[in-house]
């Protein structure tokens, strides 16, 4: 029998699409299940208040501050140093040795898992430097951890920048530093902004470089300095989910599905930036 | 009196050469015209001029450009820059507003004073015969501006920082017939105070604005002559085959 | 002044740049310095080969063979799952799929890759650990299946994304070639795009292995966390990361215990670094 190419089109396109829908199914399935059962733990007690009974009921909110000090933390320790590094990238940086060392060091930082920056942060920060399990230790391992979003994001930022508005800069006279600084990096903000809130994003869910590193397992209160321990979120829920028993089910999804739109809200005014920005181009 | 006096300059990008051993003078306030087909290394000779080319880091360069006797590679780049104007072969406004985009060389040459700022933007403006079209939309976008009105904008940004020369680089390969004239006659005008060389493939403009006008061809300077003389009796064969359109 | 000004900034630049290589160095020195301690008690051999884990017994025995033997377990299962299905999505994505649903099925794909670990790790814990449990008849659900499962489709945004890019590389010509021979859409992606592709595809394998190597949260919340060499995909597992995740709380900084788990990190850490470096190897070789 004459095997039909038109056919065998049609048979392989199917499974295509069915391998397609075996992963975007089950991302919709999860987001309406956690927003679905999660949804009725959401009251303004569960916002503001403290653990209570074991963390069995009362609210979140040591977590949801905790996880914002440790995102603001490690944002200010990264964006500076990942904005001039890829200002270094895209600027100044040859084609030698030394970029490409420089680019396979960022690729390895994005990859190396993150337990391995719990190790490091603990090493470092909290036993070399003796800041103890507190928000600096934590806020630094995370911070480290989110440059690399931070730098591929900000360079690829830059590099769309026309080559022509630094010529015409450097004819008018304009040293390099002040054409960087009056033309590149505004006109490189968007997408700065972008890579920025995707670093804040992944500085919020992530739960493995805290666990040693500021993560307290039960602090029902606020901290009080940077020294000090905090509770964050994606690490309230796993204690929740795993290491205390008879939790009500709906404070598991409530605090899920809290940590989930924190995380999402942050990606879509990311998404939302480099929409408008396609846009509003003008060159 | 000598602006620029080039001597025996040759420049290579990697093994290519772009520039064959070119010596020439460029005379204080003359329009000196530089034609020649694509690849004839004119562009390139624009930017050994301002030192745009440092940009170029596959670029190497020997022999000499001297700017009123001083040997511009041992100047300060920025000064050069500021001392020679450049205006593109597009329309390039930066993303800022009208006033900003002429503000801004002045700017980065420290000038702080508001008031002085503002003088120098409505005199620059002035000076590129774009002021009466602009003065009530300064703080709009420039890319707003029609393409002619944006290259003349370019002219005055260049303008404000106080050049001595202006390099024009096929200024108007962009711009209809009536934009052209418009810029053709700024230009015009603005020799009487300025040292201009403009790079240009259009022959025509050469005749209609050039003091002198100078040939290139594949790297190598095969004559500079009055305007008149090179598109009456050129000496060069190559030459007369150029102007009437043999090729190029 | 402003020359100044400037010059330290074009410094603070350089160092800015610098500082990606500076963490590399100090991560991999600091994981050494804690980690090598162990083998002044534990031969590497004995350590890498050693078939017990029981870091708090007395005296203690720190063999890291199951933990290996459970993290390339759970990795196999997650790359037999993930490949196939992740590069037939890139191609749908980047063939078939209509305009319209392309950016919907793209930015599906993105969000699963915002979803944090440790939620995706709960969910697996109250939805996938019971499936497996019933269909399979088990004791407990939480076996190296579960954890494979669950990485396969955490691994899924970054084997996707990059497949798409290495498919949407192949110039546009190959394809025109094949359609002017009469070839079918779908030959054509078979014959010549797939092939093309391949080492790009390859590189997104890779850094989907990687990324299933390193996880975490979710993998400790769903294998079940038995230090035992595995004898089947249906049995609890514990993996490397697990291991540090789990037991770095209670070990005492200086401990033997504590070296331990900071060399299994120097273990994770080449790893990683190994499969990046030649998945970008894989990358460069498609873009010249």
Redesign the interface.
Same mark, same amino acid.
């Given at each position: 029998m004459k095997r039909n190419p038109y056919r065998t089109q049609r048979i392989a396109f199917f499974f295509l699409l069915l391998a397609t829908l075996l992963i975007v199914v089950p991302v919709g399935l999860i987001i309406v299940a956690i927003i679905q059962k999660g949804l009725p733990a959401i009251t303004w007690e569960f916002l503001s208040d403290v653990p209570r009974r074991g963390m069995r009921s009362g609210g979140i909110f040591p977590a949801v501050v905790g996880t914002l000090y440790l995102v603001s933390g490690s944002i200010l320790f990264a964006l500076p140093i990942g904005v001039l590094a890829a200002i270094y990238l895209s600027e100044y940086a040859k084609q030698n040795m030394l970029t490409r060392i420089i680019k396979l060091a960022i690729v390895n930082l994005a990859g190396v898992p993150s337990v391995v920056y719990g190790l490091f942060g603990l090493a470092l920060f909290v036993v070399f430097f003796k800041f103890g399990a507190s928000i600096l230790s934590g806020s630094l391992t995370l911070g480290i951890m989110i440059l690399p979003i931070i730098i591929t994001t900000s360079r690829e930022a830059l590099e769309s920048v026309p080559y022509s508005f630094r010529e015409v800069s450097l004819s008018l006279g304009a040293s390099k530093w002040q054409t960087i600084r009056h033309i590149v990096l505004p006109n490189a903000i968007p997408g700065i902004l972008t890579g920025t809130i995707l670093g804040l994003g992944r500085a919020a869910g992530e739960t493995a470089p805290i666990l040693f590193t500021v993560a307290a397992f039960y602090l029902p209160r606020l901290p009080k300095s940077i020294f000090d321990q905090a509770m964050a979120l994606p690490y309230h829920l796993y204690v929740i989910s795993t290491q205390v028993p008879n939790v009500d089910e709906k404070i598991r999804y409530g605090t899920a599905l809290v940590l989930l739109t924190m995380v999402l809200f942050m990606n879509l005014i990311a998404i939302i930036i480099r929409a408008k920005l396609r846009k509003r181009k003008k060159w | 009196m000598v602006k620029f006096d080039i001597q025996n300059l040759s420049i290579w990008f990697k093994e290519a050469q772009a520039l064959k051993d070119v010596t020439m003078q460029v005379e204080a306030h003359e329009i000196l015209s530089v034609i020649g087909p694509s690849n004839s290394g004119k562009t390139t000779f624009l930017r050994t001029l301002n030192r745009l080319n440092d940009l170029e880091l596959s670029l190497r360069m020997q022999g000499f450009v001297y700017f009123e006797g001083k040997d511009i590679r041992t100047m300060d780049v920025e000064l050069v820059r500021k001392k020679m104007g450049m205006v593109f072969a597009l329309p390039l406004p930066l993303p800022l507003s009208i006033f900003d985009n002429v503000a801004y060389g002045v700017r980065m040459h420290g000038e702080h004073n508001k008031k002085k700022i503002i003088q120098a933007v409505q005199e620059a403006l002035q000076q590129a015969y774009i002021w009466d079209e602009v003065k009530d939309r300064l703080s709009e976008s420039a890319f707003k501006l029609s393409g002619g009105q944006q290259q003349r904008l370019c002219i005055a940004r260049t303008l404000a920082v106080g050049p001595e020369v202006i390099l024009f680089d096929e200024p108007c390969s962009g711009l209809d017939p009536i934009s052209t004239a418009k810029v053709e006659e700024t230009m015009l005008k603005l020799k009487e105070q300025y040292t201009i060389v403009l790079v240009t493939n259009n022959v025509k403009q050469a005749a209609r604005v050039g003091d002198r006008t100078a040939f290139f061809l594949m790297g190598e300077l095969i004559e500079l002559e009055k305007t008149d003389k090179i598109f009456t009796s050129p000496a060069q064969a190559r030459t007369n085959d150029y102007i009437s359109g043999k090729f190029g | 002044m402003?020359k100044i000004k /400037?010059f330290i900034? *074009?410094r603070?630049?350089?160092?800015? +740049?610098?500082?990606?290589?500076f963490?590399?160095l100090? @991560?991999f020195f600091?994981?050494l310095?804690?980690g090598l301690a162990v083998f002044k008690t534990v031969p590497i051999g004995d350590f890498l080969a050693g078939k017990n884990w029981y870091p708090i017994s007395d005296p203690a025995q720190l063999g890291i063979l199951p933990l290996i033997l459970g993290s390339l377990m759970v990795t196999l299962g997650a790359t037999i799952i993930s490949v196939? @299905? !992740?590069t037939?999505?890139a =191609?749908? $994505?980047a063939e078939?799929?209509p305009e319209k649903i392309k950016n919907f099925?793209k930015? !599906?794909? *993105?969000?699963?890759a915002? @979803?944090?670990? =440790?939620?995706? +790790?709960? @969910?697996g814990? =109250?939805?996938l650990v019971p499936w497996v449990k019933k269909i399979f008849h088990l004791p407990t659900g939480l076996t190296a299946l579960s954890g494979s499962i669950m990485l396969a489709?955490m691994a899924?945004p970054t084997i996707?994304s990059i497949a798409e890019d290495a498919l949407y590389s192949v110039p546009k010509s190959y394809k025109e070639g094949a359609f002017a021979l009469g070839a079918?859409?779908?030959?054509t $992606?078979?014959r010549v795009l797939l092939p093309s592709a391949s080492s790009g595809i390859l590189a997104a394998v890779m850094?989907g292995i !990687?990324r299933v $190597? +390193? /996880?975490?949260?979710a993998v400790m919340?769903i294998t079940g966390n038995a230090a035992r060499i595995p004898q089947s995909i249906l049995q609890p597992v514990r993996t490397l990361?697990a291991t $540090?995740?789990a037991e770095?709380?209670e070990a005492v =900084?200086g401990s033997e215990h504590y070296f331990a788990?900071?060399a299994i +990190?120097i273990v994770?850490?080449v790893f990683?670094?190994a499969?990046?470096?030649t998945a970008?190897l894989f990358l460069h070789k498609d873009k010249r």
């Open positions: - | - | 402003r /400037e900034f *074009e603070l630049i350089l160092f800015s +740049g610098l500082a990606s290589v963490f590399v100090l @991560i600091f994981l310095k804690e196939p @299905i !992740g037939a999505c =191609v749908y $994505i078939v799929a099925l930015s !599906g794909i *993105e969000l699963l915002a @979803i944090p670990s =440790v939620v995706l +790790g709960f @969910i814990m =109250v939805t489709f899924m996707v079918t859409h779908w030959q $992606i078979w850094l !990687g $190597i +390193g /996880e975490t949260m919340m990361t $540090i995740a770095m709380g =900084v788990l900071f +990190g994770l850490f990683s670094f499969i990046n470096v970008e």
